[in-house]
């Protein structure tokens, strides 16, 4: 599924490979989502979705702190779509299969952030380096969980 026609402009992609199959990573993105954010900071951004609710294991409608899922298409593409007062804003996770128990993720970030606030934010969240870093981290961490499971 392409979500270029309906989403914020792209911002960046990050990839890494997980010695695991395509199901275990699918597994421990799933389990990853809840400790992205917490409801508290969410809430401070003024996030649409602030608190964690819907059915679990995630599904389309599923809401995390600050993000509530627009895809979950078993076990290669998760949406996660937000609003807050700064930025509308997508992650989608890709899970290529590059061998029986080797995975490549994927994390495409896209995000608009209107007006003056928007562009500070923007500049706070790119230009220090944070957005990367956040983003390195959630993958590093499905790399570990899909790893360690049998």
Known sequence: MSHADTSPPYLDEHALTIEASREAV???LLAMPDS???????RLLGCVDAEASGPRPLTEGSVVPGFRVVTADVPSELALAGRHHFS???LV?????LAPDRT?????????FPGARGAVYRMLLLGTGGHVLV???MLAAV???AERRP
């Open 26 to 28: 699918w597994r421990s």
């Open 36 to 42: 992205m954010i917490s409801a508290t900071f969410a």
């Open 143 to 145: 790399k570990r969980s």
């Open 135 to 137: 983003t390195r981290r």
């Open 104 to 112: 490549r993720i994927r994390a495409e970030s896209r995000a608009a």
């Open 88 to 90: 509308d804003y997508l």
């Open 93 to 97: 996770f890709r899970l290529d299969e």
